[in-house]
Nanobody, 121 residues
């Protein structure tokens, strides 16, 4: 059983910063990509950022220049540093990991339960 647990959500202010963390634990052989989705009230879930094991990153246009994704492969942990926060960033942020449990496992997807980021004016 693989678990992903997020931390670091909370109350955000205009122009402020928050840092989300997500730790994957359990029977993990390797992790390919890790990343963050978010879902705001009434909107579809969207991929915010992702990072491969080699460090290649992707960002949705609305967060480019403000958010930074990173990971610690030794700790099976992915981070999302969110700077210059805006009201539109209010959402539940969920991490995911594309992982394998053996060297011949084609891969599977694990999800965290989500961390809420609420914007305060």
């Amino acid at each position: 059983q693989v678990q992903l647990v997020e931390s670091g959500g909370g109350l955000a202010q205009a122009g402020g910063s928050l840092r989300l963390s997500c730790v994957a634990s359990g029977s993990i052989y390797s992790i390919n990509a890790m990343g963050w989705y978010r879902q705001a009230p009434g909107l579809q879930r969207e991929l915010v950022a992702s990072i491969t094991s080699g460090g290649d990153t992707y960002y949705i246009d609305s967060v480019k220049g403000r958010f930074a994704i990173s990971r610690d492969n030794a700790k099976n942990t992915v981070y999302l540093q969110m700077n210059n926060l805006e009201p539109e960033d209010t959402a539940v942020y969920s991490c995911y990991a594309d992982y394998s449990v053996t060297n011949y496992d084609p891969g599977r997807l694990g999800w965290g339960r989500g961390a809420r980021v609420t914007f305060s004016s």
